[in-house]
């Protein structure tokens, strides 16, 4: 598999690893400058020399992963005889530098409901690199002239129409934040209750009133829900002190407290297990 492939497989699998470039080449080395690989904490992809230099990569590419690093940073290595390390000896007699790329896990969101607030919170989040799932029962919500103006986003959008719009949350990655925003209450209800059912969701965000969620949650309570249960829906969403009512006021302030959300997660992910 090639390095492209690969970090193709690690975004898919939601895993993250490291890019390893030889970014620079002095005298003779295994390898040209431009070569690539990917680490992962189990598995490699692609080489950028083997030996010491490839070892020496690896293992420091694996140290970034357990110390969930996130800045991209050089090494530099010698390859002589006389130059050895723990991983043994190159004896190529140049110098290289290579350039050590984190790959993070990409952070995976669903949009439910897709009308004037869920169009404008799209147009926020796909300018950011993140997993943009939408999803709406309506056709009409999905259509090509609407969601033109995501044609410049950085973000991967994936589509769904689905006149059952909770079957989505089985297909959804591990560790998505949802966000329920639909048309019709409901939906959202029906919405609430399936993903209080998948254990495999990150947060859980309803739009609305403290009217709608004190309806909601009593007609959760009588679904079974626990009370530990419930306090995994968030409600109202976005930042408190950002009170507008238009839909793009909304959707930037979803889109804030959400970033907010991924910052914590990218925080947690550097500490030391």
């Keep these: 598999m090639d390095w492209l492939a690969a970090i193709e497989r690690l975004r898919t699998e939601r895993r993250p690893g490291v890019l390893v470039t030889l970014v620079d080449v002095r005298g003779h080395s295994p390898r040209a400058a431009g070569a690539k690989m990917v680490v992962a904490a189990d598995a490699t992809w692609a080489s950028v020399g083997g030996g010491n230099l490839e070892a020496t990569a690896v293992a420091r590419a694996r140290e970034m992963l357990a110390e969930g690093h996130g800045i991209p940073e050089e090494l530099t290595l010698r390859l002589s005889d006389r130059a050895a390390t723990e991983h043994g000896r190159q004896c190529c007699g140049g110098e290289v530098t290579l350039l050590l790329e984190p790959l993070p896990v990409v952070p995976s969101v669903a949009v439910f409901g897709i009308g004037h607030v869920g169009i404008e919170l799209a147009r926020v989040l796909a300018r950011h690199e993140v997993e943009l799932h939408l999803v709406d029962s309506r056709a009409d919500q999905l259509g090509r002239d609407r969601l033109a103006v995501l044609d410049d986003a950085v973000a991967r959008v994936r589509v769904h129409h689905a006149p059952v719009p909770e079957l989505v949350l089985g297909e959804v990655p591990r560790g ?80 804030a407290d959400l970033l907010r959300v991924f910052e914590a997660e990218r925080a947690s992910a550097r500490v030391p297990t």
């Design 176 to 255: 998505t934040h949802v966000l329920i925003m639909t048309h019709d209450h409901a939906e959202d209800a029906a919405l609430c209750d399936a993903a209080l059912r998948c254990r495999h969701l990150g947060s859980v965000g309803l739009i609305g009133s403290s009217a709608k969620w004190a309806r909601f949650r009593k007609l959760l309570a009588a679904e079974g829900h626990t009370e530990s249960e419930l306090a995994r829906i968030r409600t109202p969403i976005g930042l408190p002190d950002l009170v507008g009512k238009e839909p793009a006021t909304i959707a930037v302030s979803v889109a």
